[in-house]
């Protein structure tokens, strides 16, 4: 099993920062990706960045060059640094790490709240 917990979120003015974290714990061998995803009410849940084990970045078209992913191996934690924020980017932001390759399990946080707003 493994257990997610995010960190980070809050409240930001428009183009403000906010740093979110995600801390992995429990059995983490074999891990294939980390990445976050968001969810704004009344829509789905899109994918916002992903960082495979071998440290390739993978970003929404909505995020690029404003949002890095990095991931601190040794402390089981991925990051999120979200610049020049948006009101469209107001949602839930969760956490998810992705075990295995050819077989595989998908884990969530419970996610963090990001409000982007004057």
């Known amino acids: 099993q493994v257990q997610l917990v995010e960190s980070g979120g809050g409240l930001v003015r428009p183009g403000g920062s906010l740093r979110l974290s995600c801390a992995a714990s429990g059995s983490l061998s074999s891990i294939n990706a980390m990445g976050w995803s968001r969810q704004a009410p009344g829509k789905e849940r899109e994918l916002v960045a992903s960082i495979r084990s071998d440290g390739t970045p993978n970003y929404a078209d909505s995020v690029k060059g404003r949002f890095t992913i990095s991931r601190d191996n040794a402390k089981n934690t991925v990051y999120l640094q979200m610049n020049s924020l948006k009101p469209e980017d107001t949602a839930v932001y969760y956490c998810?790490?992705?075990?295995?390759?050819?077989?595989?399990?998908?884990?969530w946080g419970q996610g963090t709240q990001v409000t982007v707003s004057s």
């Open positions: 998810n790490l992705r075990q295995g390759y050819s077989v595989y399990i998908n884990y």
